[in-house]
C-alpha cells in the first residue's frame, strides 16, 4: 500500500484531485465502467485515504477550488479563441482602427446604444493614440433593440465608404442614445452620401456582418457589452483603460514567446 504522510504528497494528491474535480474525471470509474479511470489505480482503501487527505486540505485551504475552476475556463477559453482567431480577427472592410500591420489585434464587441460602451469608447481611443503597433477590429454587436440595429447597419455603411471611425467618434461622443433622427444627422456630420449609405444599409453584405457578428458572440458565449477578445482573454464590460493596455501588452507578450 502506498502511504501520503509527506506534506509535499499530499499538496501533490490533492493538485491531482483537484485537477480531476474540475474535469469531472475524479469519480467512481469511468462512463462506461472501464478500468482506464484514475480513480481505480488505487485500492478501495488508498482512495479512501486519498480522499480523507483531499477532504481535509481543501476544508483547509477553499481557494483552491475557484482557482482550479478558473484554471480550467482560462484553457478553455484559449482553446475557443484559438479555433477561431482568424473569423475573430478579420474585420468587416474598413471596420479597423490604429495600425492595420499592427502585431496585436484587440476586438471590440459593441452596441451604440450601451451607455457601458459609450463610457469605454475613450479608452480605446485612448489605446489606439498610445500604442502605435495596436490594430483594434470594431464588430457591430446591436443587441440592444432597434435603434441599434439601425446604428449598426449606418456603421457598417460608413466603413464601406472609408469613413468608419468619423462615424464610431461622432455617435459615441454626441449627445444622447441613438435614435433615427440622430444616426441621419450623424450621417451627414460624418461626411458620408446619403443615398450610398441609404442603399448600403439594406445590402446583403451589412445584414451578413451583423449576422456573422451575433453568432460569433453566441459562440464565445458573450453576454454583454462592450466585450473585448484580445490574445488568449475575453474581457467583458467597461473594465477601463489599465485592464484593457495590460491585456495588449499580455497577448504581445505571450505571441512574442510563442513565435521565440
Same mark, same amino acid.
Given at each position: 500500500?502506498?502511504?501520503?504522510?509527506?506534506?509535499?504528497?499530499?499538496?501533490?494528491?490533492? =493538485?491531482?484531485?483537484?485537477?480531476?474535480?474540475?474535469? =469531472?474525471?475524479?469519480?467512481?470509474?469511468?462512463?462506461?465502467?472501464?478500468?482506464? @479511470?484514475?480513480?481505480?489505480?488505487? @485500492?478501495?482503501?488508498?482512495? %479512501?485515504?486519498?480522499?480523507?487527505?483531499?477532504?481535509?486540505?481543501?476544508?483547509?485551504?477553499?481557494?483552491?477550488?475557484?482557482?482550479?475552476?478558473?484554471?480550467?475556463?482560462?484553457?478553455?477559453?484559449?482553446?475557443?479563441?484559438? @479555433?477561431?482567431?482568424?473569423?475573430?480577427?478579420?474585420?468587416?472592410?474598413?471596420?479597423?482602427? /490604429?495600425?492595420?500591420? /499592427?502585431?496585436?489585434?484587440?476586438?471590440?464587441?459593441?452596441?451604440?446604444?450601451?451607455?457601458?460602451?459609450?463610457?469605454?469608447?475613450?479608452?480605446?481611443?485612448?489605446?489606439?493614440?498610445?500604442?502605435?503597433?495596436?490594430?483594434?477590429?470594431?464588430?457591430?454587436?446591436?443587441?440592444?433593440?432597434?435603434?441599434?440595429?439601425?446604428?449598426?447597419? %449606418? @456603421?457598417?455603411?460608413?466603413?464601406?465608404?472609408?469613413?468608419?471611425?468619423?462615424?464610431?467618434?461622432?455617435?459615441?461622443?454626441? !449627445? /444622447?442614445?441613438?435614435?433615427?433622427?440622430?444616426?441621419?444627422?450623424?450621417?451627414?456630420?460624418?461626411?458620408?452620401?446619403?443615398? %450610398?449609405?441609404?442603399?448600403?444599409?439594406?445590402?446583403?453584405?451589412?445584414? %451578413?456582418?451583423?449576422?456573422?457578428?451575433?453568432?460569433?458572440?453566441?459562440?464565445?458565449?458573450?453576454?454583454?457589452? !462592450?466585450?473585448?477578445?484580445?490574445?488568449?482573454?475575453?474581457?467583458? /464590460?467597461?473594465? =477601463?483603460?489599465?485592464?484593457?493596455?495590460?491585456?495588449?501588452?499580455?497577448?504581445?507578450?505571450?505571441?512574442?514567446?510563442?513565435?521565440?
Amino acid at each position: 500500500m502506498k502511504h501520503f504522510n509527506s506534506e509535499r504528497s499530499k499538496m501533490l494528491l490533492v =493538485g491531482v484531485a483537484v485537477a480531476a474535480l474540475s474535469f =469531472g474525471i475524479f469519480a467512481s470509474g469511468s462512463a462506461n465502467g472501464a478500468a482506464s @479511470s484514475p480513480a481505480t489505480q488505487y @485500492s478501495p482503501a488508498e482512495r %479512501a485515504a486519498i480522499e480523507a487527505i483531499v477532504r481535509d486540505y481543501i476544508l483547509t485551504h477553499p481557494e483552491i477550488i475557484p482557482e482550479a475552476i478558473n484554471g480550467m475556463q482560462a484553457r478553455e477559453v484559449s482553446k475557443l479563441l484559438a @479555433s477561431n482567431r482568424a473569423e475573430i480577427e478579420k474585420p468587416f472592410a474598413g471596420a479597423v482602427a /490604429g495600425n492595420p500591420n /499592427g502585431d496585436t489585434t484587440l476586438v471590440v464587441f459593441f452596441d451604440y446604444a450601451c451607455p457601458y460602451c459609450r463610457a469605454s469608447h475613450a479608452d480605446v481611443t485612448k489605446l489606439i493614440a498610445t500604442d502605435k503597433n495596436l490594430r483594434v477590429v470594431y464588430r457591430d454587436f446591436p443587441v440592444l433593440g432597434p435603434a441599434s440595429d439601425e446604428a449598426a447597419a %449606418a @456603421s457598417l455603411a460608413a466603413a464601406q465608404q472609408n469613413r468608419y471611425v468619423a462615424f464610431n467618434n461622432a455617435m459615441f461622443e454626441g !449627445p /444622447g442614445r441613438p435614435t433615427h433622427e440622430r444616426i441621419v444627422a450623424t450621417v451627414r456630420a460624418s461626411g458620408l452620401n446619403e443615398v %450610398a449609405t441609404a442603399k448600403a444599409m439594406q445590402s446583403g453584405a451589412v445584414k %451578413a456582418e451583423i449576422d456573422k457578428n451575433l453568432e460569433l458572440g453566441r459562440a464565445l458565449g458573450l453576454t454583454g457589452t !462592450p466585450s473585448y477578445v484580445v490574445g488568449d482573454q475575453i474581457l467583458s /464590460g467597461a473594465v =477601463g483603460y489599465d485592464v484593457l493596455a495590460k491585456a495588449v501588452a499580455d497577448a504581445r507578450a505571450n505571441k512574442a514567446k510563442t513565435q521565440g
